[in-house]
């Protein structure tokens, strides 16, 4: 049962699903009470879209084994994506136990909401996350004494043009110059629980005021109608990657579309993809002139739409 509820999970990470969905049912066939086979489930019927399943699986491996962090964090994903933040970002804090160890060893505790303290705020997950979840830190500095912000490096312009008026904040990038003096920890993504924020309250959060970054229009073909940005590659760290990224190569059909012309938002190794495939003298290379996500930005005012992969 063992063996074939870990074919399954690795199965899921190949995004086979129908065969992780054969292997995983043929565990439970034999052992019934098989945790993290429903846990694996619970994955594979929220890559398909069954969130209703996804959730029933993920509280049912939860309930049989509640000390596993690995099933918690499942059962987090799931009630995200059933809509329950609140509920489900409070379960995700067992991440730390689950694969973030180092920050339990950080030098202060974890912050729980108090007032007037000095934190430590730093990134734990992607930059999407992180830009997404900043739209919190306004409440936070609200209730701080001061916030010291460590960031991507990508988004730190970004950041600390849209939080200038937060005078009770430093915004850095990562890696950090050593622990600055601060009174307790938390992440940008564990600023909900900490702050103690109801679901409502999540998705009323607004979201950041983005400045009018500008970057100039000499890269756009002067010819074409339809201006189109392409991004096909997420991180490769992200357990859900097989699942979201796509080959560029995917894109061309589009071109069937007349007067568009696109080009290529995609940043990192996956860039080099675009000359591999042969694929450069369709989708102009903008990756040269694109430092940080101010500069993705800057690039996007100027397009009609953008076609892009599941990432920040």
Same mark, same amino acid.
């Given at each position: 049962?063992?063996?074939?509820?870990?074919?399954?999970?690795?199965?899921?990470?190949?995004?086979?699903?129908?065969?992780?969905?054969?292997?995983?049912?043929?565990?439970?066939?034999?052992?019934?009470?098989?945790?993290?086979?429903?846990?694996?489930?619970?994955?594979?019927?929220?890559?398909?879209?069954?969130?209703? &399943?996804?959730?029933?699986?993920?509280?049912?491996?939860?309930?049989?084994?509640?000390?596993?962090?690995?099933?918690?964090?499942?059962?987090?994903?799931?009630?995200?994506?059933?809509?329950?933040?609140?509920?489900?970002?409070?379960?995700?804090?067992?991440?730390?136990?689950?694969?973030?160890?180092?920050?339990?060893?950080?030098?202060?505790?974890?912050?729980?909401?108090?007032?007037?303290?000095?934190?430590?705020?730093?990134?734990? *997950?992607?930059?999407?996350?992180?830009?997404?979840?900043?739209?919190?830190?306004?409440?936070?500095?609200?209730?701080?004494?001061?916030?010291?912000?460590?960031?991507?490096?990508?988004?730190?312009?970004?950041?600390?043009?849209?939080? *200038?008026?937060?005078?009770?904040?430093?915004?850095?990038?990562?890696?950090?110059?050593?622990?600055?003096?601060?009174?307790?920890?938390?992440?940008?993504?564990?600023?909900?629980?900490?702050?103690?924020?109801?679901?409502?309250?999540?998705?009323?959060?607004?979201?950041?005021?983005?400045?009018?970054?500008?970057?100039?229009?000499?890269?756009?073909?002067? &010819?074409?109608?339809?201006?189109?940005?392409?991004?096909?590659?997420?991180?490769?760290?992200?357990?859900?990657?097989?699942?979201?990224?796509?080959?560029?190569?995917?894109?061309?059909?589009?071109?069937?579309?007349?007067?568009?012309?696109?080009?290529?938002?995609?940043?990192?190794?996956?860039?080099?993809?675009?000359?591999?495939?042969?694929?450069?003298?369709?989708?102009?290379?903008?990756?040269?002139?694109?430092?940080?996500?101010? &500069?993705?930005?800057?690039?996007?005012?100027?397009? &009609?739409?953008?076609?892009?992969?599941?990432?920040?």
């Amino acid at each position: 049962a063992k063996g074939l509820c870990n074919m399954g999970r690795e199965l899921y990470r190949m995004g086979l699903m129908d065969e992780a969905r054969r292997a995983v049912n043929d565990a439970l066939s034999i052992d019934g009470n098989m945790a993290p086979a429903y846990c694996t489930l619970s994955m594979i019927e929220m890559i398909d879209g069954s969130i209703v &399943d996804s959730l029933a699986y993920a509280v049912r491996a939860f309930n049989l084994d509640p000390s596993n962090p690995a099933i918690e964090v499942q059962l987090a994903f799931s009630l995200m994506h059933a809509g329950e933040y609140a509920k489900g970002l409070w379960h995700f804090e067992r991440r730390f136990e689950y694969r973030l160890r180092n920050f339990l060893d950080y030098p202060y505790p974890k912050w729980t909401g108090e007032d007037g303290k000095i934190l430590f705020l730093v990134s734990d *997950q992607g930059i999407g996350d992180t830009l997404s979840f900043s739209r919190f830190l306004p409440m936070a500095a609200a209730r701080c004494k001061f916030i010291h912000c460590v960031v991507h490096p990508e988004l730190a312009r970004l950041l600390r043009a849209s939080f *200038q008026r937060l005078t009770n904040i430093n915004i850095v990038p990562s890696p950090p110059n050593g622990f600055p003096a601060a009174d307790c920890w938390s992440t940008f993504v564990g600023l909900p629980t900490a702050l103690g924020l109801t679901n409502q309250e999540i998705k009323d959060a607004p979201n950041i005021a983005i400045p009018a970054f500008h970057i100039g229009t000499r890269w756009k073909a002067p &010819d074409r109608q339809l201006h189109v940005g392409v991004a096909w590659k997420g991180s490769p760290l992200n357990d859900i990657d097989q699942h979201r990224s796509f080959p560029v190569t995917h894109l061309l059909d589009l071109y069937r579309v007349p007067g568009l012309q696109f080009y290529s938002l995609q940043v990192g190794p996956a860039a080099k993809e675009l000359h591999d495939a042969g694929c450069a003298a369709l989708i102009w290379d903008l990756a040269p002139q694109i430092r940080d996500v101010a &500069d993705t930005i800057a690039i996007i005012r100027e397009l &009609d739409l953008v076609v892009t992969c599941e990432s920040a």
